[in-house]
């Protein structure tokens, strides 16, 4: 089943506005986390919360996560044009053999206008 | 510290030939691990190594995909022959070995985009 599915697909808005991104799973969860990838470039990790944590800052992010809902959000305040990215949830899940893999949604296409 | 890099960046080859595509994880990293992006699609998980061994290759589509890391160092990723559907990116990524119940970030490479015509 797929897991991680981001909300909206894609989402433009002018500098030093907040950007909201939502994702929601199906399965329990260990772990949550975010991701961006830039054009061109690879996935860079942005945070990460853990299953018993509900709100997480790391600088101009934030992230909620409500397990009763399974959703997580992720917004991204005072946007910059260098913001401007896919942004994946992805959850772990233990696979054959003890194997964390990762699951990955099909992401939020930001544009920040400038 | 060298993050993961993958070989080539950019791949164009016609329906039928061969690919090969390399990723060299982080020194000191075990865990290695395929997943590929197909246009407009999410990204999916393909397999996992713990130093040379297998792990967990449940998401490898079929059999003319195959995956090797000899020596438990960098991999590759042979596709034969190619289809247009495998078009897409694959990424790489590793981590440390984890320790029991505990979660090992996983650094992506900056991935290879596969063009089949």
């Known amino acids: 089943s797929q897991q991680g599915e981001e909300d909206p697909q894609a989402l433009s808005i002018q500098e030093g506005e907040n950007a909201t991104m939502n994702c929601s799973y199906k399965t329990s969860i260990n772990n949550l986390q975010w991701y961006r990838q830039n054009s061109g470039r690879g996935l860079v990790h942005l945070i990460l919360?853990?299953?018993?944590?509900r709100e997480k800052h790391s600088g101009r992010l934030r992230v909620t996560l409500d397990t009763s809902k399974k959703s997580s959000s992720l917004l991204i305040t005072a946007s910059r044009a260098a913001d401007t990215a896919s942004y994946f949830c992805a959850t772990d899940v233990r696979g054959q053999g003890g194997s964390e893999k990762l699951v990955f949604g099909k992401g939020t296409k930001l544009t920040v206008n400038p | 510290e060298a993050g993961v890099t993958q070989f080539p960046s950019h791949s164009v080859i016609e329906k039928g030939q061969t690919v090969t595509l390399r990723c060299d994880p982080i020194?000191?990293?075990?865990?290695l691990y395929w997943y590929r992006r197909v246009m407009g699609k999410e990204i999916k998980f393909l397999l996992h190594?713990?130093?040379?061994?297998?792990?967990?290759e449940s998401g490898m589509p079929n059999n003319r995909f195959l995956a090797e890391r000899t020596g438990g160092t960098y991999s590759t990723l042979k596709v034969q022959p190619a289809e247009l559907e495998d078009s897409g990116v694959y990424f790489c990524a590793s981590s440390r070995r984890s320790g029991r119940g505990s979660y090992n970030e996983q650094f992506f490479g900056p991935g290879t985009r596969l063009t089949v015509l």
């Open positions: 919360i853990r299953s018993n944590e």
């Open positions: 020194s000191g990293h075990d865990n």
């Open positions: 190594f713990v130093k040379e061994s297998k792990q967990d």
